[in-house]
């Protein structure tokens, strides 16, 4: 398997401008988090779904971001307008329900850069 | 609001030597406490993890101690070596089955040859 596939890898926009990362989760896997790394905050869940449905966006840190999982193979992080504070590294993650010790596979990552 | 909390921040050992690293939790409504391993420009992965009802678990080099009355959870990497560098993190799920982790802040390691 390819693992958790994410792209762009690396983004540098402009303040105001809209970005979208993008997310395949490892076929099979019916859970998909985002989560938002910083230096300050550290790892932050954002948003997760499951089976396509959203579940928790209490860490979706305003109306600016929005999130969707249109199917089961594709998730989409959107950010509009986009501030130079978003700037992190946003993960991609998937699971699979299994029991207890179900391990959460995460993407490469991109790096987000708003000037 | 449930936090995990860990130190130290940064750690050096020199190779072979035992690292050490602390988390301390605050809710009780835990049932899985993993550890992940990140490595620059990598995402984050599992390294070990263990249930509550369990009081040390180890795979390899990597031991986790759990002490449930504390609430408190420790990973020991021994004859730590320079490919251990890395950041680690605690993390904790909550029992309402939801698969969400709650991670600490990290803990940036290097090991010296």
């Known amino acids: 398997d390819a693992g958790v596939i994410q792209s762009p890898r690396h983004e540098v926009t402009e303040m105001g401008q809209e970005v979208t990362l993008r997310c395949k989760p490892i076929s099979g896997h019916d859970y998909l988090f985002w989560y938002r790394q910083t230096m300050m905050r550290g790892l932050e869940l954002l948003i997760y779904?499951?089976?396509?449905?959203?579940?928790?966006d209490s860490g979706m840190p305003e109306d600016r971001f929005s999130a969707k999982m249109p199917n089961a193979s594709f998730s989409t992080l959107k950010i509009q307008p986009s501030e130079p504070r978003d700037s992190a590294v946003y993960f991609c993650?998937?699971?699979?329900?299994?029991?207890?010790?179900?391990?959460?596979?995460f993407g490469p990552g991109t790096r987000l850069t708003v000037l | 609001q449930q936090q995990v909390k860990q130190s130290p921040q940064s750690l050096i050992v020199q190779k072979g030597g035992i690292s050490i690293i602390n988390c301390a939790y605050e809710n009780t409504a835990f049932d899985y406490f993993p550890w992940y391993q990140q490595f620059p420009g990598k995402g984050p992965a599992l390294l070990i993890a263990?249930?509550?009802?369990?009081s040390e678990k180890k795979e390899g080099r990597f031991t986790i101690s759990f002490n449930k009355s504390a609430k408190q959870f420790s990973l020991h990497i021994m004859d730590s070596q320079p490919g251990d560098s890395a950041t680690y993190f605690c993390a904790a799920r909550g029992m309402d089955s939801s698969y969400k982790l709650i991670f600490g802040s990290g803990t940036r390691l290097l090991v010296r040859p």
């Open positions: 993650a998937s699971t699979k329900e299994r029991g207890w010790d179900n391990e959460q596979f």
């Open positions: 779904f499951n089976n396509n449905v959203p579940i928790d």
């Open positions: 263990i249930r509550p009802d369990v």
